[in-house]
């Protein structure tokens, strides 16, 4: 078999994290796998490097930004090396330029272009281990850009296909993908296999064990990605295709965002082209809007709600303040305080009255709904941050998503 592992912040976290971690890649080599390694950060260390740029300066240029905490990868993946070779396995380490990873030029949300050459295939056909920087690439001028947060996942996910691989294996603090954030509700569930439908709609909602962008291109590509523990060796969850073993839970797991924030433009004169006016400059800015509600028309005036990631929630309100004044609008107002919860499920396709009970759950929890939005497989609301843990509990108890005997 050929495999890629990937290793998140806490299998890297020390010396001796970084030990039991050559353990793994060993034994996998023992079994006779070809096996490349993507690593993380130290975990904590992005943090660290950003908090240090943000001391130096308020904007850091975006370049050098991506020129720095590229740096946290190297030292993971240089130890590892090191620590591999102590064992006699060849192992060496690449940064992600010297591994051929090309981005486009965004930084610190940069997009994959392509893996060049195939170097890295053959040194691991002649049983070396490639120990790659994940996170990283470089533009075509050869600026280091990053991958945005948790981009770890999208590097060894494009090297995986890049390869062949059999299977992209990412190692992480939970032994697998839970029905919900095990941080926050003890009594979930660890999902055995699990559809990339799915996945992506968990991750996209604010599941953060996988980044989005990981699970879009396993999907793409038929990937089968095994998420598991570096700290037991247990089976964890499989992404894979939608397949007939699959329980069909009307729900099969309740996603959060914190990270949300939420900005109306109020008395806009309603006509033609006003929701292209308003999100074309906020798309250029390049910020992604999520959810969106565009009220009915009163005597000639609307107003629009939207949602954008609280990163960008300053820049939005500044060009909404502006859009204000050129659209003749009534006031922009904004509200940093909000949160998202969603149920996800391909059950959904065939139970009627999955909104409604949502809805209820969260009624007798007392929890106001502030935006609601819906897909084939999911429901989202949006509702006032500071309820956010008792929605999450509320909904996934009542969808019977408890752990038996809890
Ligand atoms: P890594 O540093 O290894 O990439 P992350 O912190 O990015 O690890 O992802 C693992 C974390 O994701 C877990 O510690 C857990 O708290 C969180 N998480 C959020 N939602 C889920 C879920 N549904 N199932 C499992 N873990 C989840
Ligand atoms: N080190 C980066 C981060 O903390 C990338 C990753 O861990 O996936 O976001
Ligand atoms: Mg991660």
């Known amino acids: 078999m050929r495999i890629v592992q990937k290793f998140g912040g806490t299998s890297v976290g020390s010396l001796e994290r970084i030990r039991k971690t050559a353990d793994i890649v060993q034994a996998e080599l023992a079994h006779g796998n070809q096996v490349a390694v993507v690593v993380s950060a130290m975990s904590g260390e992005t943090n660290r490097l950003t908090a240090m740029a943000r001391e130096v300066s308020e904007q850091p240029a975006a370049r050098e930004l991506d020129a720095l905490i590229a740096t946290g990868e190297q030292v993971s993946a240089a130890l590892l090396a090191m620590e591999l070779q102590q064992r006699g396995v060849s192992a060496y380490s690449y940064s992600g330029g010297q591994a051929g990873f090309i981005t486009d030029g965004s930084h610190e949300r940069a997009r994959i272009k392509n893996i060049e050459g195939n170097h890295l295939l053959a040194h691991m056909q002649s049983g070396e281990v490639p120990v790659v920087t994940g996170f990283q690439g470089v533009d075509e001028r050869g600026n280091v850009t990053t991958l945005g947060r948790g981009g770890s996942d999208t590097s060894a996910v494009a090297l995986a296909i890049s390869v ?37 709609e968990f991750a996209s909602l604010g599941a953060k064990v996988l980044q989005t ?19 037991e060796p247990v089976t964890g969850t499989m992404v894979v295709q939608e397949d007939e073993t699959m329980e069909r839970a ?13 900005i109306t433009i109020m008395g806009i004169p309603d006509q033609p082209g006003i929701a292209a006016n308003v999100f074309g400059p906020v798309a250029e800015a390049g910020i992604n809007v999520d959810v969106i509600v565009q009220n009915v028309s009163e005597q ?42 969603s149920v996800v499920g391909v059950g959904m396709r065939s139970h009627a009255g999955v909104a409604k009970e949502m809805f209820d759950v969260l009624a007798n929890a007392g929890v106001n709904i ?30 019977g998503l408890d752990e038996e005997g809890s």
Not at 306 to 316: A, K, L, R
Not at 370 to 398: G, N, P
């Open 164 to 200: 062949h691989a059999n299977v992209c294996e990412i190692y992480t603090d939970v032994d697998g993908i839970y029905t919900t954030d095990p941080r926050i509700v003890p009594t979930a569930c660890k999902i055995k296999r699990i559809s990339y439908e799915e996945m992506l």
């Open 370 to 399: 502030q935006m609601i939005t819906t897909s084939e497989i999911k429901i989202t609301v949006v509702i006032e941050e500071k309820y956010i843990e008792l929605a999450v509990r509320a909904l996934h108890s009542a969808f």
């Open 300 to 341: 000639g005036y609307t107003d629009i709600t939207f949602t954008v990631p609280c990163g960008d929630y300053q820049s939005t309100m500044n060009i909404m303040r502006s859009l204000c004044k050129q659209m003749d609008a009534r006031d922009v107002k904004g509200d940093d305080s909000i949160a998202k919860v």
């Open 213 to 231: 962008r990981s699970v879009e291109l396993a999907m793409r590509y038929d990937m089968p990605l095994h998420l598991r523990s570096s700290f």
């Open 250 to 262: 009307t729900i099969s797991g309740v996603a959060y965002n914190r990270d949300e924030a939420k």
